[in-house]
Structure formats: C-alpha cells, structure tokens
C-alpha cells in the first residue's frame, strides 16, 4: 500500500531533522550538476574550435553526468522537503566559480565575491528557516 504524502507541517518537521548522510548525499548530487558545467564549457571550447573528437566526448560525459545527477536528485528528494534541497541548489554558484577558477582561468572579482557571500547568505536564512 502507498504511505500518504506528507502534510506541509510534516515536510518543515522533516527539514530541521535532515541526517548528515543525507545533508552529504544533498550536496554530492550538487557537486556533480556543478561538474555538468564544466564539462558544456569543454564540450564548447571544442566545438569553437571544430575539434569534433573532444567535442563528442565532453558532451558524452556531460550526457552522462546529468543522468546520474537525474537518479541522485531523486533519491535526495526522496529523504528531505523540496523547499530545503532546492534552496541548496544555489551552492552551485560556488561550485561554478570556483571551477571557473581553477579550470579556464577566470578570476575573481569583489563584485563576484560579494555576489557568492550574498547567494550563501540567502542560502542559509532559507535552509536555516526549515524548523
């Protein structure tokens, strides 16, 4: 037999008791849609260039990146309210800059600094918020 959905008052319940593993399984699944983003900026790089080999590649392991991420958000879903794990979405940004970074030699700006330490804040007033 199908167990009932969850009542609003129950999802908020739920958020403040988030276990570490899923807390860690959260922000996993972020970190690999964050990967997503580096290997389209590969695959684009590539294309730019008419390097047809790399091109196919990096857009096969973004293909395959995003099907896992598919599965892994889902089962995150399954373990928290949508409301938390879609509010930590927002990290990506991070992940995005710090790539960027280290990856295509973007720099960091104070306009980008205080932007990610606004994104971060508003992450945590709403994750913080699930009690």
């Known amino acids: 037999m199908k167990s009932p959905t969850p009542t609003a008052a129950a999802e908020k319940t739920a958020a403040a008791h988030v276990s570490g ?36 590649l990096f857009m096969g392991l973004e293909f395959l990146a995003l099907a896992v991420y598919a599965v892994l958000w889902q089962q995150t879903l399954r373990r928290m309210p949508l409301s938390f794990a879609y509010s930590n ?21 104070w306009g980008k600094a205080v932007g990610l330490a606004v994104v971060l804040a508003g992450v945590w007033l709403v994750v913080s918020d699930h009690e």
């Open 21 to 56: 593993p899923d807390f860690l399984l959260l922000h996993g699944t972020l970190l690999l849609y964050a990967v997503v983003s580096v290997f389209g900026k590969l695959a684009g790089n590539s294309m730019a260039i008419n390097d047809l080999q790399p091109t196919l």
């Open 89 to 109: 979405k927002a990290v990506c940004t991070l992940w995005s800059c710090l790539f960027g970074l280290l990856f295509f030699g973007e720099t960091l700006t």
